[in-house]
């Protein structure tokens, strides 16, 4: 059940319109990377999580009921930005400050161009945040993900965050008007607050890696291939031990050779490792079937209620 409080989470203001900046914004409200992309992918990821793991699914419906709040603020100010351009396209018979922007060859040209990148601020939907990007893309459901895994959809999460961080940082130093950037610093900030909560979820899931429950081969799990020409580098991601599974890297210097040699590497044989096929299956028949304990326990048998009401907990239905 949502509950819609009138009152914007932070106190969303702009010095005056600027309606090309409202047009850079859009990426924030329907880009791929946008706050409806997060909300609604938290809002899907949480249903997986409803029985078995009730915390998560708290968790991710608190974040994703304040993204749908942060939507709201990145739309307000849009709107704000937009200022008077719905009125003015509205009074289609008297002059106004938009129309007289339009006078002219330039201008004209100016404005139609705007429309041809652009069409739904002035002709679509005239003055009024639309869900595309900034180019008008239109708002896709692909951009969702969910995969009903919590170490993989939490780490998707994470990178989400990170994205949307980036994207308020590059967002900030387009617009002047300092009160737009009290608002961007405020949504910028909260990415790295939810990208931290997200962490701390993963880190009660144990173990949590590989994300999933089949474990890596330790024939190809600790291999680094150099597959480009010219100046070579070497770094923790190619040498010394790697960062989870703890194996020491091994740095194929010629990989066609090493192909080649190993039948398609089928006859490779493990190195720089402790672990063993027989163990990485064991633990891939224990795992399973400690996930699967999870889910399958909790999960009903006859009726099934997805909440319970407070009469209900009475006895009294």
Known sequence: MFYHVKDLQFNARVSQPDPRFARVMLEAFGGANGELKSALQYFVQAF????PYPD?????????????????????????????????MKDVLEDTPLRTMMEGKAGKE???????????FLVTAPGSPVLTDSNGNPWC??????????TVDLRSNMAGEARAKIG?????????????????TFLMTREVTHFQQFEAALETIQPNFPPGVFQTSPRYSN?????????ETRGPWNEGKSTRLKEEWQYIENPLEEVRSTDGLLQRKPEGTKRTEKEVR??????????????????????????EYGNAKNGNK
């Not at 459901?141 to 919590?150: E, F, H, I, P, R």
């Open 168 to 184: 308020y940082e590059n967002l900030i130093p387009l617009t002047d008007d300092p009160l737009v950037k009290e608002t961007l």
């Open 223 to 231: 291999l680094y291939f150099n597959d480009s020409k010219g100046k």
């Open 56 to 88: 998560k699914y708290d968790m991710l419906m608190d974040i994703a009921t304040e993204e749908f709040g942060h939507l709201e603020i990145v739309g307000a100010t849009i709107q704000m930005l937009l200022g008077p351009v719905n009125g003015e």
């Open 110 to 120: 100016d404005l139609i161009h705007q429309a041809f990148t652009n069409p739904a």
């Open 48 to 51: 997986s999580c409803h029985n």
């Open 282 to 307: 064991q633990t891939d028949e224990k795992l399973a079937k400690e996930r699967s304990s999870e889910i399958l326990s909790h999960i009903p048998k006859g009726e099934m209620r997805w909440c």
């Open 141 to 150: 459901a692909t951009y969702v993900s969910a995969n009903a895994d919590l």
